[in-house]
C-alpha cells in the first residue's frame, strides 16, 4: 500500500464539494469506475449522476474509482499497490459490484487496465461466485458492447435510471440464492436492458461475417435500450464540485437528451431516439439549488436550442441576472434571447457543427444548413459580440470528393473574412478554431453499412487543409490522427474476436498496431470493408425501439444520391 497515493486521493478529496462518504455495514457495496483519469470522469455527467443514484439506495455504499495518471500507475506498480476507490480507500476488488460508465470506445482498453490494476480476473468466464459483479454501461457499450463482452458480466444498455431498482432488487435475490456464477447470472435476465453476453453466443460464417446470434440457457432473442420518457423525473446535475476538471467548479444540469433530427452519421441523435426535455421550471428550481454551492452555472445537451421553451429560458435566466454557460448549439439556436445571455455572461465563444463544406454533403448527411444560413448565423454572433467560434467538420464522409474537402477551406475562409471585418479596428479580435476529425461509421446510424475511408486518404485530407489554413491570422487548427481513428473505429464496429486484440494491447503497453500485426485477425476488415445491405451487425440483437429497415432505407437513399 503507498501512502503517496492515500495521501492523493485525500487531497483530492479535501478539495471537493458534495462527496458521499458513507458506512459499509451490511449495505451492498459499489465501486462506480470512470475508465479514465480523474480529470475526465468529474467532468462526466453521467458518471456523477450513476454516483448520486447509487447513493440514494439506502443498503448501498457507492464510491469512485478512475484510472490513474501516468505518474500514479508508476507509484501503484512500484509499491504493487491495487487500486483503491477514492472515498475510503477501500481496494476495488473488495467492493461486491465493480460497474463502469464507459462514454467512449478509446476507454475499453483502461477498462482491462483497471481489472488488472484491481487484481480482478479479466475474463467474465474466469470470475467465480465471490469475485466481484463487473458491470457495465454508457453510450459505446450501448451502441456495441460486443468488444468488450468477454470482460464483463452484465451490460445495462441505455438510460439507467429506471432500471437500477430492479437491478438491485434481483441482485439481492441472487445473492441470497445463487449457488455458482451462472445461476447468479440468470436472476437479472428478466430486466429487459440486461444483456450478460454468457447467454449468447456468435457463429460465424467462412468469410468472417456474423451468421448467427444463439441463445445459451435463459438468453433472450432482443435486448432492450433503456430511456427515460419524461426527463423531468429525474435529476441530472453534478453532486461533486471540484476545481480538478475541465469544468472546474461549474454546477452542471442536464437540460435535454436525445435529439429528434437523427442526421445519419451521428450516434446520440439515432440511437437514442427523439429529443426529450426538462421543463423550465425543474431547470429554474436546479439552477436555484446549484446557485447555493457556487456561483458558476452550465447548461448541456445534445439538442438544447430545440427546446419547445428555450427562448424563454434564455429570457428568465437574464432577467434573473443568472449568466450561465452554453454547450454546442444548432445554427437554427443562435438567435437573440441566447445571444443576449451568452454576450451578458461575458462567454465570448460559440461552438457550432458545420460538419461538411458543401451544401450537397450537409443534406447528404442529414443536416441541410444552407450556406447562407451558416454565414448569415455567424455574422450575426459576431456583431452581437461573439467573436470567437469554435466550428467541426468531418472528413472520410461516404462519397466525399476533392470539392468537398476544398469546400471546407473555402467556408473557413468565408466566415473569417466576415470575422476580420466585423473586429476590424477594435481592441478585440475574432479567432476561429477549427476541429477536424475523420468519419466513423456509427452503429445504429443509416452510415452504418458504409466502410471507414482509408488513413492514407484521411491523412492527404488533413495535410491539404492544414496547408490551406496555416498561417492565417485569427485561424487555428485542431485535428485528431486518423490512424488513432482507426482503432477507434475497430472498437467501434468490432465483434468479439476484437476482445483478443484488446488483450494482446494489454500485454503490448498499448501498442495497437504491435498487436494488430501479432494476432491473425485483421482490423480491415471491420473498417474497410462495404457491407452487404442483409449483413448482421454485431450489435443487432440490441433493440433500441427503430427498426433496421428505417435505417436501411435512409441509407439507399444516400448511396442514390452519391451515385447520381
Ligand atoms: S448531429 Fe446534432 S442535430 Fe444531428 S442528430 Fe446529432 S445531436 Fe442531433
Known sequence: MSWKLIEKARNLLEEENGAIK??????????LIYP??????MSNLGFQSLYYLFNNFPDIVCERGFLPSEEDLKEYQRTNTSLFSLESQKPI??????????SFENDYLNLLRILKLSKIKIRTKERRLSDPLIIAGGIASTANPEPVAEFVDIFILGEAEEILEDFILNYKKARSEA??????????NPIKEAYIPRFIEVDYNDSGTIKRFRNIGVGKEKVSVGKVKDLNKTETFTHVLTPATEFSNIYLIEVSRGCSRHCNFCLIGNLMGKGRFRDVNKVLLQIDKGLERTNKIGLLGSSISEHP??????????????????????????????????????QNSLT???EAGSEAMRKLIGKPISEEVILEKTQYAIVKGILNLKLYFLIGLPGEKWDDIKAIDDLIKKIRHRIVKETKGKTRLGKIIVSINSFIPKPFTPFQWYPMEEVSSLNKKLI????????????????????????????????????????????????????FRELNINPDFYNYRDREEEELFPWDFIDNGFSKDSLLLKYRITKKEISA
Not at 93 to 102: E, L, P, Q, R
Not at 179 to 188: P, R, Y
Open 179 to 188: 449457488e455458482n456464477k451462472t445461476e447468479f447470472l440468470e436472476f437479472f
Open 36 to 41: 479514465n483519469t480523474y480529470y475526465l470522469g
Open 464 to 515: 491539404f487543409l492544414k496547408k490551406s489554413l496555416k498561417g492565417m491570422s485569427n485561424i487555428s487548427v485542431i485535428t485528431d490522427v486518423p490512424k488513432w481513428s482507426y482503432v477507434q473505429a475497430v472498437l467501434a464496429r468490432g465483434d468479439r474476436r476484437v476482445s483478443d486484440i484488446l488483450i494482446k494491447t494489454l500485454e503490448l503497453d498499448g501498442d495497437w498496431y504491435r498487436s
Open 93 to 102: 476488488n473488495s467492493f461486491d459490484i465493480v460497474a463502469f460508465s464507459i
Open 22 to 31: 458513507k458506512d459499509f455495514g451490511g449495505k451492498i457495496s459499489v465501486a
Open 309 to 346: 421553451e428555450f427562448d424563454s429560458l434564455c429570457r428568465s435566466l437574464s432577467d434573473k441576472e443568472i449568466l450561465p454557460s452554453i454547450s454546442s448549439i444548432r445554427f437554427e439556436g443562435v438567435r437573440d434571447p441566447l445571444l443576449e445571455l451568452l454576450v451578458k455572461s461575458g
Open 352 to 354: 457550432l457543427a458545420p
